[in-house]
């Protein structure tokens, strides 16, 4: 992975056109709290960015800015080269570039899943209905749910339901994919289908931010893992140098809080 | 007793009854739905517009409503909604009045529905890249609609009694029949039992049904 940038000599070294997202000094409150500071962060092409850290750090907040679900108060966000605009239809048609996948899942509850899948290439992509609905079959079988196409998302269980919903994100062919804590709302035996699926896209060269608990996950399938506490990055290195050898004290208490019991 | 009973002239008045009910339902269904879609529009003078409105209108007894079309609009203002005759200019005037008012229940009642969906179905429906109203007529306004059919029915059969309030600007509907026989025959009672009776005909059936219908479109979570 030649898109994987941990120190700042390195970062200066990638050519401008593969940062796909960049964020730089974004400032985000909620009332009196500060949730994000002074964020900096680049996502290259084909990058898998892991985001961790402790509740209300500002990690899903983070990933909700990135297609503008939340405003920043100030800072600029950019996706493939062009800044995030006000709410509108440009915003909607760059929204249509970032597959977004939430923790509670948020298929459409009237629609069948065959119909979730092909909502967004019928309605804004203007694909016709033949080729949206052999294009949603056929991501459904990659997903592994392509039998229950026909069924409505109460009928199915939490792993399936967040599979079609990354389903739903990628009929939109993507730039890029964010994930919001993915797996936080399954049970332990369903989030090992959910986290295969995104290991495979991840393999195929998705650019992919994931904010996650997952640690396993970071480990295996990370370029880069951001650890984030108090709204701050307080870290950014390689799973294998962030996990074996953290450098923050931060980090090394979250660490030694999740790892060893 | 029943001899004042002219059944052509009943069926008349309660089909006048059943035109009002109909077209004041459609009328309102849509402009309600245009209120809610305001109400929770980002643009703030949409907004205020809507909540104006739905805080006027439902506030005003109907027959000051009604009484406004026929004496503001019509007599004041000439407004004759392509009427060539007081039975069809009267008959609009009162759609239009009923529509007005109804409408501001449809829209709290819609409302209320919308705030049912959870706030992840429009979020889910903005990252796709869809726009306010797609999401709002394509995610949103669906999931609202099904569960308020029950709060709708109310709107219905409280509209379809409503209509007796045409009267008052002269529209031949059932309840001017029933003041008319009343005043000629002496037989209150019969009377205004065989009128109630065809109340109960129109609405109970509109209950019953939109109950069962409620039940058959409810979303499953």
């Given at each position: 992975m030649s898109g994987v940038s941990v120190t700042k000599g390195a970062e200066d070294a990638v050519p401008a056109t593969t940062d796909l997202v960049v964020l730089s000094n974004v400032n985000k409150h909620f009332g009196a709290l500060h949730v994000l500071q002074d964020i900096d962060l680049t996502i290259?092409?084909?990058?898998?960015?892991?985001?961790?850290?402790?509740?209300?750090s500002g990690k899903s907040t983070l990933c909700r800015t990135i297609n503008r679900l939340e405003t920043i108060d100030s800072g600029s966000i950019a996706i493939d080269g062009k800044p995030l605009p006000e709410e509108g239809r440009e915003l909607a048609r760059l929204r249509a570039d970032v597959g977004m996948v939430f923790q509670s899942f948020n298929l459409f509850a009237h629609k069948t899943v065959l119909e979730n899948v092909m909502l967004g290439q019928l309605k804004v992509r203007r694909t016709d209905k033949k080729a949206a609905e052999e294009k949603a079959r056929s991501l459904l079988d990659r997903v592994g749910v392509g039998s229950q196409a026909d069924k409505y998302p109460a009928q199915l269980s939490g792993g399936q339901q967040q599979r079609v919903a990354?389903?739903?994100?990628?009929?939109?062919?993507?730039?890029?994919?964010?994930?919001?804590?993915?797996?936080?709302?399954?049970?332990?035996?369903?989030?090992?289908?959910?986290?295969?699926?995104?290991?495979?896209?991840?393999?195929?060269?998705?650019?992919?931010?994931?904010?996650?608990?997952?640690?396993?996950?970071a480990r295996s399938a990370a370029n880069r893992v951001v650890f984030m506490a108090d709204g701050k990055i307080v870290e950014e290195a390689t799973p294998e140098e962030f996990f074996s050898n953290p450098r923050s004290d931060r980090a090394k208490d979250f660490l030694s809080k999740i790892l060893h019991h | 007793m029943f001899d004042f009973l002219d059944m052509d002239a009943l069926l008349g008045a309660f089909w006048v009854t059943v035109k009002l009910t109909v077209y004041s339902a459609i009328g309102s269904l849509i402009w309600g739905t245009l209120l809610a879609g305001m109400r929770v529009s980002p643009v703030p003078l949409m907004r205020a517009v809507g909540t104006a409105y739905v805080n006027v209108v439902r506030n005003i007894p109907l027959t000051v409503v009604i009484l406004f079309t026929s004496l503001g609009l019509f007599q004041t203002l000439g407004v004759t909604l392509a009427g060539d005759n007081f039975t069809v200019i009267n008959f609009r005037l009162a759609v239009l009045g009923l529509i007005a008012y109804t409408a501001a229940?449809?829209?709290?009642?819609?409302?209320?529905?919308?705030?049912?969906?959870?706030?992840?179905?429009?979020?889910?429906?903005?990252?796709?890249?869809?726009?306010?109203?797609?999401?709002?007529?394509?995610?949103?306004?669906?999931?609202?609609f099904r569960s308020v059919v029950n709060p709708l029915a109310n709107v219905l059969i409280a509209l379809t009694k409503n209509t007796t309030v045409a009267s008052v600007i002269g529209v031949a509907e059932a309840s001017l029949l029933m003041k008319s026989w009343i005043e000629t025959y002496a037989a209150l009672l019969p009377i205004v039992a065989i009128f109630a009776f065809g109340f109960i005909c129109l609405t109970l059936p509109t209950g019953l049904v939109l109950g069962w219908v409620s039940k058959k479109v409810a979303v499953k979570r």
């Open positions: 290259a092409r084909g990058e898998v960015v892991v985001v961790i850290g402790p509740s209300g990354i389903a739903r994100a990628l009929a939109m062919n993507p730039k890029v994919m964010l994930f919001d804590e993915p797996t936080s709302a399954l049970d332990p035996e369903m989030i090992n289908e959910v986290l295969e699926v995104m290991q495979q896209l991840a393999r195929d060269g998705m650019t992919m931010v994931v904010v996650t608990h997952e640690m396993g996950f | 229940f449809v829209c709290e009642a819609l409302r209320s529905g919308i705030n049912t969906v959870p706030v992840g179905q429009a979020e889910a429906a903005r990252a796709l890249g869809l726009s306010f109203t797609q999401v709002l007529t394509l995610i949103v306004l669906p999931q609202a």
